[in-house]
């Protein structure tokens, strides 16, 4: 429902300036040269819409996840290249340069003046060299804030070009009506940059956290935990996660996501499992207590909160225990009555975590480098290890809540849809979206 309401919403925001344009109106044009104007003018509407789809609004990736969000920004963001890259060869044919006699508001002819055309020229090609940086970012040797600054920045600089180029070369931009609209949405656009750079880290700012513990759990995963600093913390759902900066600035880009392994009904500290992966996950051994820490959210919509199935199945790959973690203490410490199985797969037995606590829960541990002396279960998380765990009555009734490697979550995805559970009882997240 809320998929639904969120697609109508955006088909809503980018057809606004293309209805609205069709309705100012102008002489009859031949049918490329209106083609020509409605791809430029959806193109525009889509970078605009793409600020909002950047991950950080509860409003939309709440509802139907940070992935789903993160994909559709991709796909939108390349359709709209498309339709941008189209949009000025399909004008060939249509009369150039200066003003004629016959045309006094020169809504039949195109304009030559490179004063607002250059902006349009530049706007051509910084969104391609824009999506090409997005698409090959994890083969470049770029700082992932290096290359998130660069991105805002590159984006926030052709919604300007875009503006301007519309306002002034557009055959529809330029009617007062249409420039106020474009103006307005650039407006809608830049300030959503503005409320993820400035105001919501000046919020965090009057809410400060501090790290009370960095514990080693394995050789490679760490347990940090954080209290709220002179407010009363989080409100969250356990699976959800935040937005986490570990002694920087409130400012600062360097934050990070990262899921909520501990429960809400614990109290107000929050607990990460976080595993070692790049230049801040590496230094976690460093922090001390007592280090101030920024927290945005809660995002995400990994949680059986209120669900009426009788049983929830968790299946992790690795650090993607962190969520199921949360979601299983939660269970524990409010008493909850539905039934709870957990699959746990790892490499090698020295990645189990929490052992001890998950020793009174029925867990199915999963090595695919197993010790000699191991008793459990060999292989990866696949159809055939679905299939021994879950009872045929268990797959069509329980809600399954999954987390870990891309392949294991599709495997065990489609296989379950195989099986006939519907896809509202699938539940996942992703720690990757490229
Ligand atoms: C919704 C979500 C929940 C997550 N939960 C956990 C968790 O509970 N435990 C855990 O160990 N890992 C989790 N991750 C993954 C974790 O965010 C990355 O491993 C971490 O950010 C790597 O940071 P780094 O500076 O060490 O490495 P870097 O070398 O800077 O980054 C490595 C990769 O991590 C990703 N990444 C880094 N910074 C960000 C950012 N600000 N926003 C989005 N992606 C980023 C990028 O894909 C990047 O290529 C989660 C990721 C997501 C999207």
Redesign the pocket.
Known sequence: MKLLFLIVAYLVAVTLPLILSAWVGGPPRQFHQELASGLGILAFSMVLAEFILSGRFKAVSNGVG?DVTMRFHQIMARTALVFALLHPFLYQGTPSGGQRPWDPTRALTITTDFSVLSTGIAAFLLLPSLALLAIGR?QLDF??ETW?LLHGIGALLIAVLLLHHTVYAGRYGSQPVMSWVWLAMTGVAVGSLLTVYLLVPLLQKARPWRVTSTVRLTPKQWEVTVEPDGHRGLDYKAGQ?V?LNVGHSAFSMK?????I?SAPAAGPELS????E??????TLGQIKSGTVAYVDGPY?NLSVDGRAEPGVALIAGG?GL??LLGILRQMRLTGDSREVKLIYGNRVIDQIAYREELSEEDVVYVLSEPPESWHGEVGFIDAALIDRVFSEKEVSEWVFVMCGPAIMMDIVEDHLIKRGTPSHRILS??????
């Open positions: 940070l994890t700082k992932y998130r996660f937005w934050e990070n996501p990262f899921s392994c990460f499992m976080i595993k992966l790049g230049d801040f996950t590496r995400g650090v962190a969520p997240e992703r720690f990757n979206y490229d």
